[in-house]
């Protein structure tokens, strides 16, 4: 996955107006142009880097004037104490740039963090890991970025990838049969149809309309290895709902094929970084 350059400048133009508005009082009144520093990234906990480059561009679009070595590369395990990068050059831009270029470094890196971490607990079964649409306004791009560097995959990108009848899809429409066949009579070949159930009733109404992929929504262990034998592969199965680091692995072994987790994008934890200027003499 490429993330479009002018998306990610619009982004961190957003963030950098947000958080400088006209001026930084304090760096402004502090130090003037001609002042210079060395600053480094350093890894306060263990896990994966996610938004490096994202990073070096906000002080080029902060000030520019800072020389930006890159040390661990996206997709990179880091470790605690680990130098991440070295920066070198205007003072000022390193200070204006510093909370926009951690806030988006850590946020990121904390997303593939989370993401390895269930990737590595589904080894060896038949599961993918995946994200869902549950992310953050504007952010999107970024974060399944991040979801697909920490070892998972992307689910929808957006409501014009794929049809997807959720339960209140079915609710309003009447239930799975005639919302299925209304759907395939004006969607064209190339678009899937996925169908949420919430039993294994609706299950077996759901492989008998001939979806290519059914959710499995907040079904216990039992019931989904059940949902796996009565599938046989006429569809993909996927696993939705209170999933968790500690029962992904008791997921997984179910046989599903996919396992969605919102908690990847809309509550992950930051990966903990720090930017530190070395101390003038």
Known sequence: ????????????????????NYMDVTTDNLLDDTHRSEAYY??????????????KRVFDLAG???????????GEKVRKGDIIAVMTGSTRTLLKGERTALNILQHMSGIATATSRCAELVKGTNAMVTDTRKTL????PLQKYAVTVGGG??????????AMLKDNHLDAYGGITPAVRALR???GH????????????????ALECGVEVIMLDNMSCEEMKKAVEITAGRALLEASGNVTQENIRDVALTGVNIISLGALTHSVKCFDISMKIKTAK
């Open 1 to 20: 996955m490429k993330l479009s350059q002018l998306y990610i400048d619009n982004i961190i133009n957003t963030a950098l107006a947000e958080d400088i």
């Open 42 to 55: 350093v890894a306060k906990d263990d896990g994966v880097l996610c938004g490096i480059e994202i990073a």
């Open 64 to 74: 520019s004037d800072v020389d930006f070595t890159v040390k661990i590369n996206d």
């Open 137 to 140: 306004p504007g952010l999107r």
């Open 153 to 162: 995959k992307n689910h929808r990108y957006n409501l014009s990838d794929g």
């Open 185 to 187: 009579e004006k969607i």
């Open 190 to 205: 190339m678009v899937k149809i996925e169908v949420e159930v919430r039993n294994l009733e609706e299950l077996a109404e």
